[in-house]
């Protein structure tokens, strides 16, 4: 017998078994191959490439929302790669049980707003929740995530999430897990950096004692005509620090672009410093110390 094709509303997300049976699906339908049951009372097509936030979002609600780690997925926050990708789901009388799901217990303050059409912790309570599962820079690259103001703004997407003074004033009263922590890092959050690896960056030189960077500043040549803006800059060493993604090398528009500001930059007599990935996360003494003898150089001159 071929099988029933799904109604049209449940063929882009996840959707429960309740909405299902009112649409006229039956039991054995839902138990179909072509979907999964990735929790109690759940299904998704198998053909869709979806998050744990998307498998989970038929369990969420005003009073059942995305929280910690899969709040800041939903806020866009660059995670590091190691974390726990499961969905973590808060509530307020008590923590959500559900097979597959990571449930915590809201404080009664505690209210969703709404982002991508999902129920989720607001920016800075997400924040204050990662406090405790990761480490200070990647709590400080999360932080300039959530304060960056985009050079060019999307109308679509307002931005910044937050702004920073609210957050050092949030970490500032808290008092939960992680508080330490949390106003640490958020003295260090800037809203300037436009990537996880420009924080990682900055943070990286500022630590080892190198000047404070400009973040994603522009730059122009003696006669005041604007070059380029870079990654970080040093300015009165006219030194620049640029991350160079995979889209550098796999995107031949930009590979072109690239070159000819760099050119530009080189005839105005700056020194761009180029990392890589491998550079910074596996070999980050070898980045601090071209920095530091570009600068040093710098001053030789």
């Not at 138990?31 to 097509?45: C, N, S, T």
């Not at 910690?68 to 995670?79: D, F, K």
């Not at 006669?223 to 160079?244: H, M, Q």
Request: hydrophobic share 40%; with cysteine.
């Amino acid at each position: 017998m071929p099988r029933i094709p799904l109604p049209p509303p449940l063929r882009d997300g996840a959707f429960s078994t309740a909405r299902a049976t009112g649409l006229g699906l039956s039991p054995g339908r839902l138990r179909g191959r072509d979907l999964l049951a990735p929790h109690r009372g759940v299904r998704i097509p198998t053909a869709l490439d979806a998050s744990a936030e998307d498998r989970a979002a038929p369990l969420s609600s005003e009073r059942r929302w995305f929280s910690h780690l899969s709040a800041a997925r939903i806020w866009g926050c660059p995670l590091p790669p190691h974390v726990d990708l499961r969905a973590h789901l808060s509530a307020h009388r008590r923590a959500p049980r559900v097979a597959g799901v990571v449930g915590h217990k809201a404080p009664p303050h505690a209210a969703p707003v709404r982002r991508r059409g999902l129920p989720v912790s607001d920016p800075i309570t997400t924040w204050l929740q990662l406090a405790v599962v990761l480490p200070f820079d990647e709590l400080v690259a999360c932080g300039d995530h959530l304060v960056h103001r985009p050079r060019y703004p999307n109308r679509a997407d307002p931005r910044p999430y937050v702004d920073r003074e609210a957050l050092v004033a949030a970490a500032a009263e808290y008092r939960g897990r992680g508080a330490i922590m949390a106003r640490a890092a958020a003295a260090a959050v800037r809203s300037h950096a436009a990537s996880r690896p420009e924080t990682l960056i900055r943070l990286l030189l500022e630590r080892s004692g190198l000047p404070i960077p400009e973040l994603n500043a522009d730059v122009y040549d003696a006669d005041g005509n604007w070059i380029a803006y870079c990654d970080l800059v040093f300015r009165d060493a006219k030194v620049a620090v640029e991350y160079d993604g995979d889209q550098h090398r796999t995107d031949r528009r930009q590979y072109e672009r690239d070159r000819q500001r760099l050119d530009a930059l080189a005839d105005a007599g700056w020194n761009v410093i180029h990392v890589r990935a491998d550079a910074l996360f596996n070999h980050p003494a070898s980045v601090v110390a071209r920095v530091r003898r570009a600068l040093e150089a710098s001053r030789g001159q």
